[in-house]
């Protein structure tokens, strides 16, 4: 027959695979948040490159020009921060799924331990149990005839 640790065994083989899955999708999602921060300082970068590309002595129409550019940079840029903040939500969802995945992983595996340790023990006691029944039915020496 089974123990009850071996009988859980399957499902703590799950709460690792899915602890394993949530730590994955984690660490894609952070990876997918520091690609949105870094298209965000480019952005910001670039706007100001061209921002300080304003220098005295081009015409009215190139400053127009220059001037709608970076409204549309400006308009990227509020875009990326949406996203940015957007990204942030996915990865702090992330982080709760996977929290909660470790942390059920964890309760199972505590309570397949206190099983094992409790079937140790039961096993212990069994064993003993023998070598004492053994030793009350044994013969002591020198009473042999």
């Known amino acids: 027959m089974r123990s009850r640790a071996d ?3 399957p499902a703590v083989d799950q709460a690792h695979d899915r602890r394993d899955q949530a730590m ?5 999602q952070q990876q997918k948040l520091a690609r949105a921060e870094h298209q965000l300082e480019e952005l910001k970068r670039y706007r100001h490159d061209y921002a300080s590309a304003q220098a005295g002595g081009t015409s ?3 400053l127009l020009n220059l001037q709608q550019f970076i409204d ?3 308009q990227a840029i509020a875009q990326q921060v949406a996203e940015v903040q957007r990204q942030q939500r996915h990865l702090e969802h992330a982080r ?3 929290r909660e995945a470790h942390a059920r992983e964890k309760a ?3 309570v397949v331990s206190r099983y094992r340790e409790a079937e140790r023990k039961a096993e ?3 064993e003993q149990s023998d070598v004492d029944e053994r030793m009350q039915h044994r013969r002591p020496p020198g009473l042999s005839r």
């Open 7 to 9: 009988r859980l065994q």
């Open 24 to 28: 994955q999708r984690l660490a894609e």
């Open 60 to 62: 009215v129409q190139a």
């Open 72 to 74: 549309r940079i400006d």
């Open 96 to 98: 709760g799924h996977w």
């Open 108 to 110: 199972l595996d505590s």
């Open 124 to 126: 212990d006691r069994r």
